[in-house]
């Protein structure tokens, strides 16, 4: 085995991520060398790529690892996001010099990439945060990559992360030309902030795709062969994407050991891994609503309460199922809508979080190019992203997606479909809280007028927190204990007549005048 510093990147992690992203890497051109802390994976692993002449190298010690890799070195890890990360390049700082690139390829928090950037910086080093998704398969055959760090770090693996990525004709060139799914995100911590949100989205999708498939399950009765067909037609059309094509291909599934469908086998308690979570919190900390992976992620946790759920169902009275008898096919397209208008939402709540954390962190990220990456190789990778960014390539100021004129026209068409999937809903007793929480976005945010009036009335009584007006500039406070005049008498009209001019524009500073 050569010791010789023949190698353009290592990786340190070989379950089957890392694995795979080696073996990609290798057959994109590259030579590579490998690590892992158990030295039997490693041997059993040479054994096998050596008799198949693959062009990697392994290191048994970190030293001889380290020993393979051209200057600048570039090691990327794939292990567990959080203390085991800390714990490997706490292993491999006294290994490096200054100008090396250490590259993290997990699910790590954005917080503590950006930690890692602060204190590799102090060493010399540098820290690429990248955001793989695409799973398995994805690593092995292309996947969307979100890498945040140093641009001169990054102009370092820019030629690997370009050929490893997955490749989808640019629509936007209009002459054919192939596009990768990776682009350099931003500074320190933006690649992996950009891949949290991704998976927040990630969550969102797949709940309203369950939402859709209780809703025909149980409002029409239709069999998994139904819905098979149900959703790949759906898959030839605008919903086209990886989840709704892989869900059509699950409800086509028979379970050997039944004979029936292996969905209807499979028990309703749903994982996660925490960035869904991660992104509720961003998203709470930044003043961002993202009701719809909020309903996601609920979901997950009341699905996990599996005895309480069943206990409750011999207890708790819902209402009566109601009979279907309408067009069955109209209900069909309605719930389809439902899912586009909530996956709409879905993303542009998404993508305002990103744009928040941009201008927050000082990130100055391009909406346009995380969208364009997101077209191939990653868990949400969809037929309407070319049309996401197409319209941040008409205004890369949108301030939400809703409001481009090619998604206005969607919300427009699918509205009634939405109402019709969601009251069907509510009137069985079937839960669709995403696509609720999808459709009070959309109420709220297109209504000029709320009735958060009321709130601010309410904040002041008891906290005499002050509120603004509709008709005067300035802050104001109201003493509602005040005298009994001040008060509308039973026979008074409260709501004023004619005309009545509501702020439609930014509200104005308060100015703490009473």
Not at 15 to 38: C, D, H
């Amino acid at each position: 085995m050569s010791t010789q510093p023949t190698c353009d990147i290592g990786l340190i992690g070989l379950a089957v991520m890392g694995q795979n992203l080696v073996l990609n890497m290798e057959s994109k051109g590259f030579t590579v060398a490998i690590y892992n802390r158990t030295t039997s994976v490693t041997q059993k692993l040479m054994e096998d790529w050596g008799r198949v002449g693959k062009n990697i190298h392994a290191g048994t010690t970190l030293e001889e690892f380290i020993g393979l890799l051209k200057k600048p070195r570039k090691v990327m890890i794939m292990v567990k996001a959080g203390a085991p990360v800390d714990a490997v390049i706490a292993q491999l700082v006294p290994l490096l010099e200054a100008g090396d690139i250490i590259i993290d390829g997990g699910n790590s928090l954005f917080t503590d990439s950006l930690r890692r950037d602060r204190e590799l910086k102090e060493k010399g080093i540098y820290f690429i945060g990248a955001g793989v998704s695409g799973g398995e398969e994805g690593a092995l055959k292309g996947p969307s990559i979100m890498p945040g760090g140093d641009p001169t770090a990054y102009a370092f693996v820019e030629p690997i992360f370009t050929k490893i990525s997955a490749q989808v004709v640019d629509t936007l060139s209009h002459d054919g030309r192939m596009a990768p799914c990776s682009t350099y995100i931003g500074p320190n911590g933006a690649g992996h902030y950009v891949k949290m949100v991704h998976n927040g989205i990630e969550y969102g999708d797949m709940q309203l795709i369950c939402e859709s498939y209780a809703l025909l399950k149980e409002v029409l009765g239709l069999s998994a062969a139904e819905l098979h067909e149900v959703f790949k037609s759906w898959n030839e059309g605008d919903l086209e994407s990886f989840l709704i094509e892989i869900t059509a291909d699950i409800f086509s599934r028979i379970d050997p050991d039944t004979g029936g469908a292996l969905v209807d086998v499979i028990l309703d308690k749903a994982g996660q891994k925490g960035t869904g979570k991660w992104t509720l919190q961003s998203a709470q900390d930044l003043g961002v609503p993202v009701s719809t992976i909020n309903a996601a992620v609920e979901q997950r946790i009341v699905s996990s309460m599996k005895q309480e759920r069943v206990f409750a169902s011999s207890v708790l009275p819902g209402p009566e199922k109601i009979p279907f008898e309408g067009d069955r096919q109209a209900f069909i397209d309605a719930v389809r809508d439902a899912l586009y208008a909530s996956k709409i939402v879905s993303y542009a709540q998404g993508l305002a979080l990103i744009a928040a954390a941009s201008k927050e962190f000082g990130w100055d990220l391009s909406i346009g190019n995380i969208a364009a990456i997101w077209r191939g190789g990653c868990i949400i990778r969809a037929k309407f992203l070319d049309r996401i960014t197409e319209a941040y390539g008409r205004d890369s100021h949108l301030v939400n997606l809703m409001l481009d004129p090619f998604f206005t026209e969607i919300m427009t068409s699918t509205q009634s479909g939405w109402r019709t999937a969601i009251e069907a809903g509510i009137k069985n007793g079937i839960a669709v809280p995403a696509f609720t929480a999808s459709l009070g976005y959309y109420d709220s945010y297109r209504n000029a007028r709320g009735p958060q009036n009321l709130l601010q009335a309410q904040r002041d009584y008891f906290g005499a927190h002050t509120y603004e007006r509709t008709d005067k500039e300035g802050s104001f406070h109201t003493d509602w204990f005040g005298l009994e005049e001040e008060r509308l008498k039973p026979n008074e009209h409260a709501a004023p007549q004619g005309d009545v001019k509501f702020d439609t524009g930014a509200v104005s500073e308060p100015t703490h005048t009473k």
